[in-house]
């Protein structure tokens, strides 16, 4: 798919098919979230967790009532390092918007998560078993799968062109 098109396209899925994703889309997912701009390029303060065990996506499930990832076969945790420049929080939305855009190109269903991360953040024993490297902290959900449905919705932010 083109990119102007997977723009086009891009939508926050909710309701996910009960199939998972290939390891080849997998792969060239997480491989446009690490082409994503990186400030200062410090490449090894970001962190990328794969999560398609069950178990534990039904752990983490199970922290609320509420939905807080649409049961995605696939949940990705981009965190980071904050080095002590502020950025961790700009660099993973960086990640994810490749990866939603690359998802979408490949037909998949995604959606930008911030819920999830304040549950897990909570939860040490969750916590402890993303095994992030020492200094490392969630910032950023998504969940991948195959949508159940479309939802597009046309967005419009005010320009001012000066
Ligand atoms: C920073 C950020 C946090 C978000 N967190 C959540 C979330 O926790 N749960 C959720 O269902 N959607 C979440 N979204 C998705 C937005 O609600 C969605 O992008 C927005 O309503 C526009 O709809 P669209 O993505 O379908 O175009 C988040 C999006 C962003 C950018």
Do not use: W
């Not at 998972?20 to 690490?34: E, F, H, R, T």
């Not at 998949?108 to 953040?121: D, E, H, T």
């Amino acid at each position: 798919m083109e990119l102007f098109e997977a723009i086009e396209k891009r939508f926050s899925n909710r309701k996910f098919l009960d199939k998972q994703i290939s390891n080849s889309d997998l792969n060239k997912i997480v491989k446009a979230g690490m082409q994503a701009p990186v400030g200062r390029g410090k490449y090894e303060d970001m962190h990328i967790t794969v999560i398609q065990n069950n178990i534990l996506l039904d752990e983490i499930s199970n922290l609320t009532d509420r939905s807080v990832f649409y049961n995605a076969p696939t949940l990705v945790i981009i965190s980071a390092r904050d080095d002590g420049h502020g950025l961790d929080k700009e660099n993973s939305a960086c990640v994810a918007m490749n990866m939603l855009l690359a998802a979408t190109a490949l037909g998949l269903g995604s959606i930008y998560l911030n819920l999830v991360i304040g549950l897990i953040k909570e939860n040490k024993n969750i916590l402890k078993k993303l095994s992030l490297p020492e200094g490392f902290v969630p910032i950023v959900g998504i969940g991948l799968g195959y949508a159940d449905g479309s939802h597009i919705i046309k967005h419009s932010i005010d320009v001012n062109y000066i």
